[in-house]
């Protein structure tokens, strides 16, 4: 009988360290998905006003004086197209598919911020938006390319000589780029969700839902001044 029970007892004990085990290996797995997760919306953040940062150097470039007024096309907060010379020589030339060419033809480069997904927790709206970046070369097809995707649609800002926002397009000398990005798609930890099941009607549970999903939030502005427009 002793014996019987000394096996019971083991395999108790057993049992429990088993799921122990598995809980801490879960938990890890979870933590462990989304730090990498979250490294990934970095890292992409980062390559996104990279890329936006070259393209932006470029407002005006090679465009005569005398249509300087005319570099900006568009000037709005989720919309900004300009004109610049992206294929006049092999130094600056930008490459786009199918395109070799130089030329001293205006070029075009546009901008444009689209919704992508929207998250709703009853009161409350979380969208995440899509950069599309369009090139616009002489004698050939639109280029369009997604680079990016974040969570604001105001990204552009337009200043003049001292930092101000203008009220007229072309008193535009400065362009101010804000990005930001969050991860939606982390593992929630199951003691929350088992916690509240059937609680997203609670506020309070809303909220700490929304608390997770925008704990890792980044964002980058930067200040591009463009010596083509101060001419």
């Not at 014996?3 to 122990?20: K, T």
């Not at 005006?60 to 610049?84: C, H, M, V, W, Y």
């Not at 995707?149 to 804000?178: C, H, K, S």
């Amino acid at each position: 009988m002793n014996a019987f029970m000394d096996i019971v007892i083991a395999m108790f004990i057993g049992g429990m360290l088993l799921l122990m085990a598995l809980g801490a290996s879960e938990r890890g797995i979870q933590e462990f998905f989304n730090q990498n997760s979250d490294a990934i919306v970095q890292r992409n953040l980062t390559q996104t006003s990279n890329i936006m940062q070259f393209d932006m150097r470029k407002i005006g470039f090679q465009i005569p004086e005398t249509k300087r007024d005319s570099i900006i096309i568009t000037a709005a907060p989720d919309n900004f197209e300009f004109l610049a010379q992206l294929n006049f020589d092999a130094d600056s030339f930008l490459e786009v598919p199918g395109v070799s060419t130089y030329d001293s033809i205006p070029d075009t480069m546009e901008y444009n911020i689209i919704l992508d997904e929207s998250f709703t927790f009853i009161d409350t709206t979380i969208h995440t938006y899509n950069i599309i970046r369009t090139i616009k070369l002489a004698g050939e097809a639109p280029y369009n390319s997604l680079i990016g995707t974040i969570g604001n649609n105001d990204v552009f800002e337009y200043l003049d000589q001292i930092g101000r926002p203008v009220g007229v397009t072309l008193a535009t000398r400065m362009v101010e780029m804000t990005l930001t990005a969050y991860n939606p798609r982390i593992v929630l930890s199951p003691e929350l969700v088992t916690t509240h099941v059937g609680g997203i009607a609670d506020s309070t549970f809303r909220k700490r839902e929304l608390r997770r999903i925008l704990r890792a939030s980044y964002w980058r502005q930067t200040r591009l001044v463009s010596k083509n427009l101060r001419r």
